[in-house]
């Protein structure tokens, strides 16, 4: 009896699987990779609701691209890398074919680089990624577009070494999450410790990051003069408890910007005040792109998270990453002729994107972006962030836009891929 | 009626040690391997092919390798992930640091070096036993974590930490497209399975379940506990370890320690556990079972037309699959194996059961 059950219920549900809903094909297919489970949840959500509510206001505002409707598929990878590579090959193909992947991972990202030169689709990973990918001569595929982790730490090295005066002798550890996103700054810190004559030390956490206490207490001991926090998810905001428990100040410690946005400090209360981080892009909702978000989507009901949460640090990077994705699938649209554009069409929007300062005012951005230029070498176009602080409410900035030393940069860069090429047996392309 | 043997006869040692005595069971696999070896690479998409075929099979292999050690030498382990893990890096550094030796010498050798780790983990079973075996096993578990993030040698040196295997070159055939990955794997699958199955019919095998029945009734009938315990440790650390380079190699490509982090150990458990200890077959429906339903569940409520939202579906698919492995284990707590072993007594007797 059981066994007859039992037989009838996986073929009830095997023959699900012969039935499935159909995509339109003059759509644009605009798969996202999100992770809304989890230990990482608290910073995938708001990403991907951005996404979503731009994407949406598109569709609604403007009926598309150029008036071809954009169709947006999610699919859960909660952060783990063999579930965005199932992701990444149940996406690829829907509809008419994606048009770029943005996986908001480093280890899918590093997995995902192999697969797609073959698939030939883009890979647009703004703000994490392989730092060596900005050299679009090897790394065809791949857009790290507004800035590596090496142009953050070349960034914050900058401005720490600003306000102190000088880093010789000052001591800077680094906490960091222990994946490859975490090891990525190593590099430029350990290179800029020599140039600059500060001890540096790197104190790994392993994932998801709950377990922090050996590390705060090394801290306590040693006493740096700087904190460089690179965590993701639920590892920041402990890191912040961590630092109140052990005495650590706040306004010493500086986030990645990944490590900077409202879940990582309000968890931590009060105690997160004078914190600091780096900012690709302000928080707030006053941009004329969330008030059409906001008349558009969140009027009409359908609205991906609450209405209070836009503007959110992650959401509006969020917001910009949709909209950097759509800008790319319009230039590529202007130089095919094509209306519906797949990943092939999109690598050359990509590589001739660019964002002047009317573009981005026209687009409701001003103010949130800065201008960018993607180049067949260059593949990430700006490199700028500034520094905000929390101050208990909101983050304040206290700086002001900082670009990273592409002279400095540049050549570790080109080295790192040159090395990537000569392993993979790829001959980098002549721009 | 289906499965009845009347008028089979065996008449030679050959047919009667054969793996598959019966016709309807020799017709059986002829099928499932043709339509492993030529229906599905006619007929699979690229999606099946690559995100749920290839997976399944090489977890079926690590399953089968765990299955060998837990469900035939009964010596409990977690540290299944660690061997992957070794397999994986040391393909890795042969590839980079010997290219004059091909790939496939790569893989075995990458296999046995697994395979001498796994003996060295495996000596505490000479004096422990279950959960304290299983407690020191795990120290291979973050050994392997700890080595392979920390000693920067084994990655090569890379910054990030994550390292990218070299094409499958095969003897100048190169496996790339997913098909070819394919039937790489289901190539590896099959040996395995044969081995494996050869293996536990053997002298071996037998000293291993006589061992795992009862260690002190084993040693008086002349069983040598400590060759059999270590023995049956090498065999599944190489074919975990074997498992390990195909998913690195074949299935992701470019990996980090956390690919093989603890997670991989206890869901191969959890593949044995529920798909049957001691059985070749167990290894493959369970790995089934832990690799292909939760995409399933994760895709079910599209399939039929019923919109959710994405967090939505993660939750339900956690929660309908833990209810699943706690209803399988009540109802059988013997695995999916035995459940195929129910059924195919049922269809001996069929229609007429008594």
């Not at chain 1, 959110?312 to 590529?332: C, F, H, P, Q, S």
């Not at chain 1, 002729?337 to 001003?366: C, M, Q, S, W």
């Not at chain 2, 069983?223 to 090498?234: D, E, G, N, V």
């Not at chain 2, 320690?257 to 493959?284: K, N, Q, T, W």
Request: aromatic share 12%; glycine share 10%.
């Amino acid at each position: 009896m059981k066994l007859k059950s039992l037989a009838l219920a996986g073929a009830a549900l095997l023959s699900l699987v012969a039935v499935g809903p159909g995509v339109a094909a003059d759509t644009i297919f605009y798969p996202h990779l999100v992770y809304r489970s989890g230990a990482y949840a608290p910073n995938g959500i708001p990403f991907a609701n951005g996404v979503a509510d731009y994407v949406a206001m598109i569709n609604a505002r403007d009926g598309g691209v150029n008036g071809v409707r954009i169709e947006l598929e999610e699919c859960e990878t909660g952060y783990a890398t063999d579930r965005g590579v199932e992701c990444y090959e149940r996406l690829k193909t829907k509809g008419a074919g994606a048009i770029a992947f943005s996986p908001l991972s480093t280890g899918i990202t590093f997995a995902l680089t192999e697969k797609v030169p073959i698939d030939k689709i883009p890979l647009q990973t703004m703000g994490y990624g392989r730092s060596e990918s900005a050299d679009g001569r090897v790394f065809a595929w791949n857009f790290p577009l507004l800035g590596t982790y090496w142009s953050a730490a070349d960034i914050l090295i900058q401005h720490v070494a600003k306000i102190s005066g000088g880093l010789r002798g000052k001591k800077i550890t680094l906490v960091y999450h222990d994946s490859p996103y975490g090891k990525e700054p190593i590099p430029v810190l350990q290179d800029h410790a020599q140039k600059h004559g500060y001890t540096f030390e790197a104190i790994p956490v392993t994932h998801p990051g709950v377990e922090q206490k050996a590390a705060w207490l090394k801290i306590r001991q040693t006493r740096p003069d700087f904190v460089f926090l690179w965590g993701w998810g639920v590892m920041n905001s402990t890191a912040i408890k961590e630092a109140v428990a052990v005495g650590y100040p706040r306004d010493k410690m500086y986030g990645v910007w990944w490590a900077a946005a409202e879940p990582d400090v309000r968890p931590a209360g009060d105690d997160a005040k004078g914190y600091q981080g780096l900012a690709l892009h302000p928080a707030g909702a006053d941009y004329p792109v969330h008030k059409d978000i906001l008349r558009y989507v969140y009027d009409a009901g359908k609205g991906a998270g609450k209405r209070e949460e836009v503007g959110e640090v992650l959401y509006n990077r969020g917001v910009i990453d949709a909209m950097l994705k759509l800008e790319a699938v319009r230039t590529a649209q202007k130089l095919t002729g094509k209306k519906v554009v797949v990943g092939e069409d999109v690598r050359l929007g990509y590589e001739n994107l660019e964002l002047t300062a009317d573009r981005i005012k026209e687009l409701g951005f001003e103010g949130l972006v800065t201008p960018l230029k993607i180049t067949c070498a260059d593949h990430e176009g700006a490199r700028k962030a500034r520094i905000h602080q929390w101050d208990g409410q909101k983050w304040v900035f206290v700086s002001d836009w900082i670009e990273a030393d592409i002279n400095y940069l540049r050549p570790k860069v080109e080295a790192a891929a040159a090395a990537y090429a000569k392993e993979k047996g790829i001959t980098p392309r002549s721009c | 009626m289906i499965y009845r043997e009347t008028g089979q006869f065996r008449t030679s040692y050959a047919e009667d040690q054969a793996i598959f005595r019966l016709r309807q069971d020799k017709i059986g696999i002829a099928v499932i391997l043709a339509i492993a070896w030529i229906g599905i690479p006619f007929f699979a998409d690229e999606y099946l092919l690559r995100a749920i075929l290839v997976p399944f099979l090489i977890l079926a292999i690590a399953a089968i390798g765990l299955n060998l050690l837990l469900g035939y030498c009964g010596q409990i382990s977690l540290g299944t992930g660690a061997f992957m893990a070794i397999g994986a890096y040391a393909a890795y550094n042969l590839a980079l640091r010997l290219p004059a030796l091909p790939l496939l010498l790569d893989f075995l050798l990458a296999g046995l070096i697994a395979a001498a780790v796994g003996v060295v983990f495996g000596l505490p079973s000479l004096r422990i036993k279950g959960l304290y075996l299983a407690v020191a096993t795990l120290a291979a578990q973050f050994f392997a974590d700890w080595a392979f993030l920390r000693l920067p040698w084994f990655t090569n040196y890379t910054p990030s930490g994550s390292v990218t295997a070299p094409p499958l070159d095969f003897f100048g055939w190169v496996a790339d497209t997913p098909r070819e990955k394919y039937f790489v794997c289901l190539a590896f699958a099959c040996l395995t399975a044969l081995l494996a199955k050869n293996l536990v019919r053997s002298r071996i095998g037998r000293s291993w379940m006589a061992i795992r029945d009862m260690d002190i009734a084993a040693e008086i009938i002349g069983i040598r506990p400590m060759t059999a315990k270590l023995s049956a440790f090498a065999v599944s650390s190489f074919v975990a370890g074997g498992a390990g380079v195909l998913w690195a190699f074949v299935h992701l490509g470019s990996w980090e320690p956390l690919a093989f982090s603890i997670d991989m150990s206890f869901r191969l458990l959890f593949m044995v556990i529920i798909g049957g200890m001691g059985s070749i077959l167990g290894s493959f429906l369970g790995a089934a079972f832990i690799t292909v339903l939760p995409i399933f569940l994760n895709q079910a409520p599209g399939l039929v037309g019923i919109q959710l939202s994405t967090a939505m579906v993660s939750h339900l698919e956690f929660m309908i699959f833990g209810s699943l492995i706690v209803l399988f284990l009540i109802w059988e707590p013997h695995g999916l194996a035995r459940l195929w072993q129910i059924g195919k007594e049922k269809m001996r007797l069929w229609p007429f059961p008594y």
